[in-house]
């Protein structure tokens, strides 16, 4: 039996006003799954990572999760689905602390409803140390506006890591990455793979998109034009799609 996907787009129409973003777009994401969300600018890739996250609201069509019919209308709707999103410049405060960022919203408290300082800083530092691999950070005490854009996209993955969740959804992660940061960040994608983690990864990169994804789906004009597993094709090929669709 094929198991159920943890995520499905059914024929998505986005509309914003008389332009149409999304047109018909079905795509699945499996558990554990690595996709590549690859396209031209303007193919529709950030609209349909903001249709996952809850930020806009499918004009036609539906989402499902673990196979149920799903409506998503805020990100907190996403979230308590288990799913993660990375921007670049990731919803993190710059003003408060990696632990505090860690924490946003699920503070842990005492009986009083104090924050318990100590045990998420305990925790935050233990994330960052077994789950992170990103040089540079020592504290989880730095703020948060301190930190380059692979640090700060680290923390954001420690926060995914330590909430559990099931898929993280990455839109551009890597465009003002360093080398390093970013060969950290691909691994990170396949550690949590290793977890049964799944990814949804939107780049113009097709090489970093092809060193981690299991299968790539390929949009042009709203559409998906192209939905392949890894070993059906090669960098050539989607080089192809893409440029060519
Ligand atoms: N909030 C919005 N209001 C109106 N039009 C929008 C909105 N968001 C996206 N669009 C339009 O929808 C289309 C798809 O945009 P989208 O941002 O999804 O493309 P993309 O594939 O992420 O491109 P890029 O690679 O440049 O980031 C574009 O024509 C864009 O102008
Ligand atoms: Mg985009």
Do not use: W
Not at 1 to 12: A, K, N, R, S
Not at 39 to 67: M, Y
Not at 137 to 160: H, N
Not at 195 to 213: E, F, K
């Amino acid at each position: 039996m094929v198991d159920t996907p943890i995520l499905e787009l059914h024929g998505v129409t986005k509309r914003f006003g008389p332009l149409t973003a999304l047109k018909d777009l079905s795509f699945h994401i499996g558990e554990g799954e690595v996709i590549g969300l690859l396209g031209d600018n303007g193919a529709g890739k950030s609209t349909t990572v903001n249709l996952i996250s809850g930020i806009h609201k499918p004009s036609s069509g539906h989402l499902s999760v673990d196979g149920q019919q799903t409506m998503f209308t805020c990100r907190s709707d996403s979230a308590d689905a288990g799913i993660e999103t990375i921007y670049q410049n990731t919803a993190l405060v710059d003003s408060l602390s990696i632990t505090r960022n860690i924490f946003m919203g699920r503070e842990i408290t005492n009986g009083l409803g104090f924050l318990k300082q100590g045990e998420m800083r305990e925790i935050a530092m233990e994330v960052l140390k077994s789950a992170v691999h990103i040089s540079g950070i020592d504290s989880p005490d730095k703020l948060v506006g301190e930190l380059s854009g692979g640090q700060k996209q680290a923390v954001a993955i420690a926060r995914a890591v330590h909430f559990k969740r099931r898929v993280l959804l990455l839109d551009e992660p890597t465009s003002a990455l360093s080398v390093r940061e970013t060969e950290a960040l691909l691994n990170q994608v396949l550690r949590l793979k290793a977890g049964n983690v799944s990814s949804v990864l939107v780049t113009h990169n097709i090489y970093h998109a092809y060193q981690v994804c299991d299968r790539f789906v390929i949009m042009s004009h709203g559409t998906k034009v192209f939905d392949v597993a890894k070993e059906d094709t090669s960098i050539t090929q989607l080089t192809e799609y893409v440029v060519l669709t």
